[in-house]
């Protein structure tokens, strides 16, 4: 009776800090809306006082979904990252029906985020378009919003996966994703754009020899891409990857205590310079600190023109200096956004 007891007044107190979510999202008509969009549509806007809270029930969710700038502070969850998945096809090298005009890399997403303070849990995002010269870019996440948060999500596709597109401008800095505990995978560049991402504890999965990342950091930011205790795997039979090249000539990417398996190559960074893209060896930043694996090398077979880290400067890519920044003197921690 005492153990009974003891348990129902903790489930209690987990029942008080634990609350329905605002609007349930399940295909067989049993939440409040069949997809995710229409979710999305009835957030409202501009709510600075409270999260609004979304849970997307498993299942195959085959649609493009937008979260327009005027629908933040969103707490957006599944049911697991192998049970709710977001999936559309679309492609660089498809054409738009009324002006015939191709779609594009940017128009290809499966999922646009331009809101910010939004959170993400357990889904898996998916551009299920395949590969190949007729296909080109095929983008699953589109992110442009700031302070964006993946917790346990799946990033599926092919060339580039995964754009973070998110900057302010000239001179304004970049905006912010934190991407924890995730799966992200694709063959080339399948990692890219100018927005400050701070990647840990996730997988990296390469599925074709190629490059991993392909950052274009602005000018003068300080941070790029930041992966930490992640592992880079890769398909069977693949075995000549990058860890990254510059989409831009100031781009930067440091991997500390990362896992690096044997598809990474010994020289571990491409300049991209024979396809027109001058000074990168001078000017972007590719950094690496204890790293460990069979992908795992030191200064002398790495390119001359990237750096290993010391202690001290490994210090300066803790969690906290790359994404705590001070805005409207409140610091953002992405577990309150809850």
């Known amino acids: 009776?005492?153990?009974?007891?003891?348990?129902?007044?903790?489930?209690?107190?987990?029942?008080?800090?634990?609350?329905?979510?605002?609007?349930?999202?399940?295909?067989?008509?049993?939440?409040?809306?069949?997809?995710?969009?229409?979710?999305?549509?009835?957030?409202?806007?501009?709510?600075?006082?409270?999260?609004?809270?979304?849970?997307?029930?498993?299942?195959?969710?085959?649609?493009?979904?937008?979260?327009?700038?005027?629908?933040?502070?969103?707490?957006?969850?599944?049911?697991g990252a192998d049970r709710t998945v977001i999936t559309w096809d679309a492609h660089a090298t498809a054409t738009w029906p009324l002006t015939g005009e191709t779609v594009g890399t940017s128009g290809s997403a499966t999922v646009y985020i331009h809101s910010s303070y939004v959170t993400f849990e357990d889904i898996c995002f998916e551009n299920s378009a395949g590969e190949g010269k007729e296909i080109g870019q095929a983008v699953a996440v589109f992110t442009d919003g700031d302070f964006l948060f993946f917790n346990r999500c799946r990033f599926i596709g092919n060339q580039d996966t995964l754009y973070t597109?998110?900057?302010?401008?000239?001179?304004?800095?970049?905006?912010?994703?934190?991407?924890?505990?995730?799966?992200?995978?694709?063959?080339?560049?399948?990692?890219?754009?100018?927005?400050?991402?701070?990647?840990?504890?996730?997988?990296?999965?390469?599925?074709?020899?190629?490059?991993?990342?392909?950052?274009?950091?602005?000018?003068?930011?300080?941070?790029?891409?930041?992966?930490?205790?992640?592992?880079?795997?890769?398909?069977?039979?693949?075995?000549?990857?990058?860890?990254?090249?510059?989409?831009?000539?100031?781009?930067?990417?440091?991997?500390?205590?990362?896992?690096?398996?044997?598809?990474?190559?010994p020289e571990g960074w491409h300049d991209w310079e024979k396809e027109g893209k001058p000074d990168t060896k001078k000017n972007s930043y590719y950094a690496e600190y204890q790293n460990y694996g069979p992908g795992a090398y030191g200064k002398k077979e790495r390119v001359k023109w990237s750096r290993q880290l010391s202690a001290r400067q490994a210090a300066e890519y803790t969690f906290e200096k790359v994404m705590f920044e001070e805005e409207d003197g409140i610091k953002w921690n992405p577990y309150d956004n809850r």
């Open 1 to 79: 009776m005492r153990r009974t007891a003891a348990i129902l007044f903790l489930l209690s107190i987990l029942c008080t800090h634990v609350r329905a979510a605002d609007i349930t999202v399940a295909q067989d008509g049993s939440g409040d809306f069949r997809t995710v969009q229409e979710a999305i549509n009835a957030c409202p806007d501009y709510e600075h006082s409270r999260i609004t809270t979304i849970l997307i029930k498993a299942g195959t969710y085959r649609e493009r979904v937008t979260i327009p700038h005027n629908k933040f502070r969103l707490h957006i969850s599944g049911e």
């Open 165 to 265: 597109y998110g900057y302010w401008g000239k001179d304004r800095g970049q905006k912010r994703n934190y991407y924890k505990d995730c799966y992200i995978e694709g063959t080339t560049d399948f990692i890219f754009g100018p927005s400050r991402c701070y990647f840990e504890n996730c997988t990296i999965h390469s599925k074709k020899n190629s490059y991993v990342t392909a950052a274009s950091t602005p000018k003068g930011q300080k941070y790029g891409y930041v992966f930490v205790n992640c592992r880079l795997t890769a398909d069977e039979g693949v075995t000549k990857c990058y860890l990254g090249r510059p989409w831009r000539s100031w781009a930067k990417t440091v991997f500390i205590r990362c896992e690096l398996g044997s598809h990474i190559l």
